[in-house]
C-alpha cells in the first residue's frame, strides 16, 4: 500500500503521498511524491481522500502538484492509501499527465 506521510515542503509540513513503489524506496535517497490538499477543486487531477486514509474529510491528492523529496524530508507516517483507491490514483495521474487511457 502506497504510504501517507507528514513532509517537509518548502517552508512547511504537509501530508503527502509516496508514489515512489516500495520495492525500491529503501535504496533510493529520493522519492516521489503527491501533495495532499485540505479541499480539492473537482479536478480529474484529485483523489479524494479521508479518515479512512489518516487525513481529514474532504482532502485530495493533488497529481499535478508531483514532486521529488529527500527521504530524509518525510515524517510521521500519517495512514496509507487503500487499494480500492489504486484505481482512482492511476485516472488522477492519468489525467495529469495527458495520457491516453
Known sequence: MRPIHDAQLGAGVSSVLVLTRELVRPHLGTVTVAPIRAEGRGLSTELSLGEGNGVEDGSVVDCDGLTTIQVSALGVNRGFLLPAQEVLL?????SAFDLES
Open 90 to 94: 492511476t485516472r488522477a495521474l492519468r
